[in-house]
């Protein structure tokens, strides 16, 4: 077996991907996940790395990231397929000294380039390695429920995320400072990728309209349980509305700031509703 496939995070990986493909949330080529490695994992896989490919241009610039090795999956590539062929579906990139430009050093065995989201994942990293270097993965999804929710909540980070903290208890717990609203833009690219950057400021998790979300995080368990639990509050919601019936708000401002004192959570004031 290669090295890079038996590093343990490259295992986690792996196991992220194939749980983002069994809940649904990757049909065809939807999505993308990226882990930012930690020196003595690069270390540990240089072996295996060549340094031959073509440098290309991101389209963005994040300079607190140069020289950073990232795994990324592969554009176009299913991630029902990643368990099974992670070295055709994934790469291991590493960016220039000005943060602007990737050159793949391992994977895509069969040919590609990394995900047409990569600015978005790069812009986010940036923002987040800045806020703390625990920050490690990016992840991109397609999950059913939360893509609903878009359609009938106002683009607004408050509305959304009211509508998402008053569905599930645990929700303010997670995600304490809420989740920003992008409205709908041309994917695959800078603009939105600036846009992201922007939102990802302020949270751990941006939905983009009538597309997905991404969640940034630092283990893989914590970043796939942010996706999971805003999918299941979502679910509970588009459920609840669905019945045509009023939704009854249990949870309220009063009862959002009691959980925040009970757990110590730096709750987002700005986003309740008095
Ligand atoms: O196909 O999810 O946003 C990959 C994507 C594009
Ligand atoms: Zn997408």
């Known amino acids: ?7 343990k995070f490259m295992q986690d ?16 080529n939807g999505g993308n996940l990226s882990y930012r490695m930690r020196a003595e994992e690069v270390e540990a896989c240089k ?22 090795y990232f795994v990324v999956t592969g554009s176009g590539k299913f991630f029902r397929n990643v ?24 994977g ?21 390695v800045a806020q703390s270097d625990d920050y490690r993965i990016i992840y991109h999804a397609h999950p059913v429920n939360i893509i609903s929710l878009t359609f009938v909540t106002e683009i607004d980070d408050k509305a959304l995320t009211l509508a998402l903290w008053e569905s599930m208890t645990e929700c303010s717990v997670i995600f304490p400072e809420g989740v920003g ?12 990728a ?7 400021e302020k949270y751990n998790v941006v ?3 009538a597309h997905g979300l991404f969640c940034a995080g630092d283990t893989f368990d914590n970043v796939f349980g942010l996706m999971h639990t805003v999918e299941k509050a979502a679910e509970i919601r588009m459920k609840v509305l669905a019945t045509g019936l009023p939704f009854r708000r249990a949870i309220d401002a009063q009862g959002l700031r009691d959980c925040a004192v009970r757990y110590s959570l730096n709750l987002n004031e700005d986003l309740l509703d008095e």
């Not at 062929?85 to 430009?101: M, V, Y």
């Not at 609203?181 to 939105?192: S, T």
């Open 1 to 7: 077996m290669s090295i890079v496939l038996e590093q």
């Open 194 to 200: 600036l846009e992201t950057k922007k939102l990802m």
């Open 181 to 192: 609203f992008v409205r709908w833009m041309v994917p695959g690219g800078a603009e939105v």
């Open 13 to 28: 990986y792996i196991r992220c991907a194939n749980d983002g493909w069994e809940w649904k949330f990757h049909e065809r």
């Open 83 to 106: 368990i099974l062929n992670p070295a055709a579906n994934l790469c291991i990139l590493r960016l220039n000294e000005k943060g602007d430009s990737y050159q793949v050093v391992w």
């Open 207 to 209: 939905v983009w309209e």
């Open 108 to 128: 895509l065995v069969e040919g590609g380039k990394p995900s047409s989201e990569f600015p978005s994942h790069v812009t986010s990293h940036s923002v987040k």
């Open 47 to 68: 072996s295996e790395f060549t340094y031959d490919q073509e440098w290309v241009s991101l389209g963005v610039t994040a300079e607190n990231l140069a020289n950073e």
